[in-house]
């Protein structure tokens, strides 16, 4: 089982839909959790952080559950601007590494 | 912005010749990584720096050789580059002494060909 798992996708969404990414990882012993958003030819860019208790901000919720071993990303009110890969990314306790999922393609169409 | 900045952007090499890229940062971060990205792999982690002078290897690591003389500066090199080594190579950066659970910053990647 691959450490950080995510639905490829790729997810076609019309504009102005509500669209929700899954990312379960394997290590329960996972302390930091990342949503980053990748470009077509570029670098991955920090989206967000995920914390315990849930974050949003603006159109964008991220959620954690450690019981279940599974971070997830709401994206509301999609934009053209919205479409890219999004990569979740989970790093254990001290002196571990930052392990990424294959991430998930999301289209948003006019 | 994160103060990443990876040279050359784009580089075309031999089999066989050595290559090196830099990577350089200017937010004093402790830890810094290359990646690499290939279709069907995602990122792969090549190798790790903890400090100046402190490496680790990572996944991928060989082929693949890494130096940290300075905070700010950290090399990949190839010492002889195959053709499976073409690849895009992303530096990353983040972590400070107090602040471990940072993200990671990525520098905007070198596109390298090997033929």
């Known amino acids: 089982r691959k450490e950080v798992e995510q639905d490829p996708g790729p997810f076609n969404v019309p504009e102005g839909a509500t669209v929700a990414f899954n990312c379960t990882y394997s290590?329960?012993?996972?302390?930091?959790f990342f949503w980053y958003r990748q470009d077509c030819r570029k670098e991955p860019k920090l989206l967000m952080s995920?914390?315990?208790s849930g974050n949003e901000d603006g159109r964008f919720t991220a959620q954690l559950n450690r019981a279940s071993q599974y971070i997830s990303l709401l994206i509301r009110d999609s934009k053209l601007s919205d479409s890219a890969t999004y990569l979740c990314?989970?790093?254990?306790?001290?002196?571990?590494?930052?392990?990424f999922g294959p991430g998930t393609r999301l289209s948003v169409l006019p | 912005d994160a103060g990443i900045t990876q040279s050359p952007r784009h580089k075309v090499t031999e089999t066989g010749t050595p290559v090196t890229l830099r990577c350089h940062q200017t937010?004093?971060?402790?830890?810094m990584y290359w990646y690499r990205q290939d279709p069907g792999h995602g990122l792969r982690l090549i190798h790790y720096?903890?400090?100046?002078?402190?490496?680790d290897k990572g996944e991928v690591s060989d082929g693949y050789s890494v130096s940290r003389s300075k905070t700010e500066d950290f090399l990949l090199t190839l010492e002889s580059a195959t053709s499976s080594q073409t690849s895009v190579y992303f530096c990353?950066?983040?972590?400070?002494?107090?602040?471990?659970?940072?993200?990671?910053?990525f520098g905007n990647g070198t596109r390298l060909t090997v033929t």
């Open positions: 937010e004093n971060h402790r830890y």
């Open positions: 990353a950066a983040g972590g400070t002494a107090d602040s471990y659970n940072s993200p990671l910053h």
């Open positions: 990314v989970v790093r254990g306790s001290y002196g571990q590494n930052f392990v």
């Open positions: 995920v914390y315990s």
């Open positions: 720096s903890y400090g100046v002078k402190d490496t």
């Open positions: 290590n329960s012993a996972s302390q930091s």
